[in-house]
C-alpha cells in the first residue's frame, strides 16, 4: 500500500489547479442513464471514485469513452452514452466500494420502470442509510422492497407520478437521486426541505440542458417538471470547492499563499469567513481566489451545517488547522455521527484535542511533530497531511488509497508550491 512522507515546515507558495468536483461529477455522470442520447462530461477528476463509477456503469451496458489528452487542469473529458442498456442492477461489490452508486436507483427506476440496487451498508463516518432516498421515491409511486440485502424497486403502470416530497431532514444524494427521477417524469414534482449545496445546482443546470424544467435549485424548495424523454447535452463539472478550501487551508496552515483560478468565492463561502476570523487574508483575483497566511492563527469556533454552513467535507481539515492556532476551538459536527476519527492520529503528532459527543474542544499548541498516522476515510487522511506540512520532521501517512478517492495529484500539486512530500509506492 502506497505511503505518502512529509517533512514539514516550508510554506506553501504557488498557484494550484484545482479540478472538477468530485461529488458533483458522480451524480453527473450518472445521469446519463437518463437517456439513449450521449453525454458529454469535460472537467472530471481522475480519481479512484470516478474509475469506480465507470465500472459502474459499464455493468449496466452504458458505452464509456475518454478523451486522450488530459485538460490543462489534469480533468478529462468523457462521453458517456446509454442507448443498450443491459442490466437495470447494481451489484454489492460495486456498491460497497463507493456508496454514491446508490444514485442509479432513481434514474433506472424512472427509465426502465425497475431497478434492483445494492444497499450500501456501513461506512467509516457515520451509519448514513438511504431511506430518505427510498421514501422519496415510494412518494412518487414506487414499490420498494429489501430482499437479500438488495433494494427492488418497481415504477407503477404508466410510471413515476408527480407530488411534494418533503425531506424530514437534508440530504445531498436524497436530493440527487429524486431530481434524476423528477426530471424523466412528465409531472410537477416538488423537493420540499432539498439540499442546497452547490453540486445539486450543477445537476440541475444538466438536467435542464437535458430538457427538465427545474426552479428554484440553490432553495430548499425545488419545482421539477420533468419530460417523457430527456436529450444529451455538453457539460462541464462545476470546480471542487472541498478541493480549493483543503489547499487554502495547505497555505494557512504553513503561513503561505496561494491562488485557486477558477473558484468562486460563492463556492467557498462559509470556508472563507472561518478562514478571515483566523487571520488568513482571502482576497478575489481577476482568475480566483488567493489565499495568504502569515503567522500564528487565532482560534475559531465552527459547526457543520448543510450549504451555505461550513462544510462537513472540511471539518477535519479545519481541526489540523485548530491544532495549531492561538487559544481554544469548539468544532462541532451536525451531519455524520463519527466524522472525528482524525483526532487519535492528530493527538500522535502533539495535538490537545478533547472530543465529547459530537464535540471537540480544539487547545492550540504552537507545533505538531511529525510521526507515522494512520487515516480512516478521505477528509481524515487529507487533515493528516495538513497537519504533516505544518510539523516539525517527518509525517508519514499511511492508507494513501483513501486520499486517492478525492485529490488528485495531491503530492504533485504540493510539491510544486514548495512542499517537502513524496509518495513511496508498495
Ligand atoms: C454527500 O454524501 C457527499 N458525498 C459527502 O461527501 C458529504 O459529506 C455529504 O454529502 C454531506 O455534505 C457525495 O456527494 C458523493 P447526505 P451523502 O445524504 O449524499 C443522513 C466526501 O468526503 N441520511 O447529505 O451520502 C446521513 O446519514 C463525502 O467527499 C439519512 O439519515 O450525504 C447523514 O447523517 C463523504 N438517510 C446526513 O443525512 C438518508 O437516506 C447527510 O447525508 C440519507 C442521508
Do not use: W
Not at 79 to 108: C, E, F, H, Q, W
Not at 403 to 421: E, T
Amino acid at each position: 500500500m502506497d505511503r505518502i512522507r512529509i517533512r514539514g515546515g516550508n510554506p506553501i507558495r504557488g498557484k494550484i489547479p484545482i479540478g472538477g468536483a468530485k461529488n458533483a461529477a458522480l451524480p453527473l455522470m450518472i445521469a446519463c442513464l437518463l437517456t439513449d442520447a450521449p453525454l458529454r462530461m469535460t472537467n472530471v477528476p481522475e480519481l479512484a471514485d470516478i474509475k469506480t463509477l465507470i465500472d459502474l456503469l459499464v455493468s449496466h451496458g452504458v458505452d464509456v469513452q475518454v478523451a486522450p489528452e488530459p485538460m490543462a487542469n489534469g480533468c478529462r473529458t468523457y462521453t458517456l452514452r446509454a442507448n443498450t442498456i443491459t442490466s437495470t442492477t447494481a451489484s454489492y461489490d460495486l456498491v460497497r466500494k463507493m456508496r454514491a452508486s446508490v444514485l442509479v436507483l432513481g434514474p433506472l427506476l424512472a427509465r426502465f420502470g425497475q431497478a434492483k440496487v445494492s444497499l450500501p451498508g456501513g461506512c467509516a463516518i457515520g451509519t448514513r442509510p438511504v431511506n430518505l432516498h427510498l421514501a422519496g421515491l415510494r412518494e412518487l409511486g414506487a414499490e420498494i422492497e429489501i430482499e437479500d440485502g438488495y433494494i427492488l424497486a418497481k415504477a407503477p403502470k404508466g410510471g413515476l407520478k408527480g407530488g411534494t416530497v418533503r425531506f424530514p431532514m437534508i440530504s445531498v444524494g436524497a436530493t440527487e437521486d429524486l431530481m434524476m427521477a423528477a426530471a424523466l417524469t412528465e409531472a410537477d414534482i416538488v423537493l420540499e426541505n432539498a439540499a442546497c449545496e452547490p453540486e445539486i445546482v450543477d445537476l440541475a443546470k444538466l438536467l435542464s440542458t437535458m430538457g427538465a424544467s427545474i426552479e428554484g435549485a440553490g432553495s430548499s424548495r425545488m419545482v421539477i417538471r420533468g419530460r417523457n424523454q430527456l436529450m444529451g447535452a455538453n457539460h462541464s463539472v462545476v470546480p471542487d470547492r472541498i478541493e480549493a478550501g483543503t489547499y487554502a487551508m495547505a497555505a494557512a496552515i504553513t503561513g503561505g499563499s496561494v491562488e485557486l483560478p477558477g473558484v468562486g468565492a460563492e463556492l467557498l463561502g462559509a470556508v472563507i469567513e472561518a478562514l478571515v476570523h483566523a487571520g488568513v487574508e482571502v482576497s478575489l483575483s481577476r482568475e480566483g481566489v488567493k489565499v495568504k497566511a502569515d503567522g500564528r492563527l487565532r482560534a475559531v469556533d465552527v459547526n457543520t451545517a448543510p450549504f451555505p454552513g461550513f462544510p462537513t467535507d472540511m471539518q477535519a481539515q479545519m481541526m489540523a488547522l485548530m491544532a495549531t492556532a492561538e487559544g481554544t476551538s469548539i468544532i462541532t459536527e451536525t451531519i455524520f455521527e463519527n466524522r472525528f476519527m482524525h483526532v487519535p492520529e492528530l493527538a500522535r503528532m502533539g495535538a490537545d484535542i478533547a472530543v465529547k459527543g459530537n464535540t471537540a474542544v480544539v487547545r492550540g499548541v504552537k507545533t505538531l511533530k511529525g510521526a507515522p498516522v494512520m487515516a480512516t476515510d478521505l477528509r481524515a487522511s487529507v487533515s493528516l497531511v495538513l497537519a504533516g506540512l505544518h510539523a516539525q520532521g517527518e509525517t508519514i501517512v499511511n492508507r494513501v488509497y483513501h486520499l486517492d478517492r478525492g485529490y488528485q495529484a495531491l503530492d504533485q500539486k504540493l510539491a510544486a508550491c514548495g512542499a517537502d512530500i513524496e509518495r513511496i509506492a508498495g
